[in-house]
């Protein structure tokens, strides 16, 4: 099953905490994990992505961590910010030449109060 | 922005109307796609084209019919639709159809069947 499951569905957290969201997948293929961000009346965006080689990647207030054993990974974001208030979707994908398929979680509706 | 634009960006239809959706990015990419957003389920990969030529129908009824005279523009028609097919629908462009390539979203048109 090329399913990528996310939660949770929806997320509160207070200005200058930690925002956690989970994902898992189960095909093994997957081999490239993008993190989608999408504010009301627009369109998704690539956030950050992370390769199973390494366990966390680091942007700014933003981490990927990875655990390749568990088919498991999460988005971290450090010092939430009212201005972070979106909707989050994480993806999985076969990165090879024609692979365009992105698998996509549901989405995690996150809104951070000051 | 990002490069994306899609018209109109809110339609109201009659389940006896036949209209189209037009999507132009101006990225110089190669590959275009079209999705479809629901609440609380995954974006779903409808059609994609790769040099103006279709390389993914995703099982999509045949009331969706799309069309690409070009890399810059593709286009969804729409014909006797039901009103479950209500959503967000979203275009996308990529560089390339790797699973690498970047895709770029535009704001979405959303539309309402009646």
């Known amino acids: 099953q090329q399913q990528v499951k996310q939660s949770p569905q929806s997320l509160i957290v207070q200005k200058g905490g930690i925002s956690i969201i989970n994902c898992a997948y189960e095909n093994t293929a997957f081999d490239y994990f993008p993190w989608y961000q999408q504010f009301p009346g627009k369109g998704p965006a690539l956030l950050i992505a992370?390769?199973?080689?390494?366990s966390e990647k680091k942007e700014g207030r933003f981490t990927i961590s990875f655990n390749k054993s568990a088919k498991q990974f999460s988005l971290h974001i450090m010092d939430s910010q009212p201005g972070d208030s979106a909707t989050y979707f994480c993806a999985a994908t076969v990165s090879g030449a024609g692979s365009y398929q992105l698998t996509f979680g549901k989405g995690t509706k996150l809104s951070v109060i000051p | 922005e990002t490069g994306v634009t899609q018209t109109p960006r809110h339609l109201v239809m009659g389940m006896t109307n036949k209209k189209s959706l037009k999507c132009e990015q101006h990225l110089g990419h190669n590959a275009m796609y079209w999705y479809k957003q629901s609440a609380k389920k995954p974006l779903e990969l409808m059609f994609v084209y790769s040099l103006e030529e279709r390389v993914e129908n995703n099982s999509v009824p045949s009331r969706f019919s799309p069309e690409c005279p070009n890399s810059s523009h593709l286009f969804l028609h729409l014909h006797t639709l039901q009103p479950e097919d209500s959503a967000l629908y979203l275009c996308a462009s990529s560089l390339g159809t790797s699973g690498f390539d970047e895709q770029f979203f535009g704001p979405g048109t959303r539309l309402t069947v009646l």
């Open positions: 992370i390769r199973p080689d390494v």
